[in-house]
Each structure stands twice: as C-alpha cells, then as structure tokens.
C-alpha cells in the first residue's frame, strides 16, 4: 500500500519560512519523481516544484529563488522548504510521486498571514 504522509505545514507571517516533508512508503522511493503542488481555495491545483530522481528540478516561476525542494533517499522523504513566504502562497501543499502512476498525500494546510 503506498502512502505519502505530509507534515510541516502551519501558520506564518509573511517573510516567515516553513519546511515540508513528505515520507513516502509502499514505493521504491528513488525511482519516482517526487513534486510538491498546491490548490488555494476556488484554484485549480498547480504544480510547486518537482524532483526527478536524476535530481532534475522544476519550479513555478512564482516561487522561483524562493522555494528549495529535496529528497533523502534513506529517509524515503522529500522536502519543499519556503522562504520569504507572501500570502499568495496560502494553500494547501500536496506531495506526489510520479513514475507513470500518480500517487498522492492528504495535504498540508500553509497560511501565509499577519
């Protein structure tokens, strides 16, 4: 059974930083590209950042120089961590992986507010 179990998200002020981690079980971890997306409310769910397992990165142009995503292969996690974070950031953070099926956490709530 695969399971991805995401923790981290919270409350923040705008400046402020988080880190995500999603531990992943059920998969074999280095295979897959592993990504974090986000959905806001009324959003469509949209793409953060993403992690192949050549260690090939993607990310948003919104989030770019901002956010920084990794994985711990003997942790079978992966990490999305956020700086400088702006209220349009505010969503709920989902991790992935992906290797030509979809697998997806529960989500993680990230306010962004003062």
């Known amino acids: 059974q695969v399971q991805l179990v995401e923790s981290g998200g919270g409350l923040v002020q705008p400046g402020g930083s988080l880190r995500l981690s999603c531990v992943a079980s059920g998969i074999p971890f280095s295979f897959y590209r592993m990504g974090w997306y986000r959905q806001a409310p009324g959003k469509q769910r949209e793409l953060v950042a993403s992690l192949s397992s050549g260690g090939s990165t993607i990310y948003a142009n919104s989030v770019k120089g901002r956010f920084t995503i990794s994985r711990d292969s003997a942790k079978n996690t992966v990490y999305l961590q956020m700086n400088s974070l702006k209220p349009e950031d505010t969503a709920v953070y989902f991790c992935?992986?992906?290797?030509?099926?979809?697998?997806w956490g529960q989500g993680t709530q990230v306010t962004v507010s003062s």
């Open positions: 992935n992986a992906f290797r030509g099926n979809d697998y």
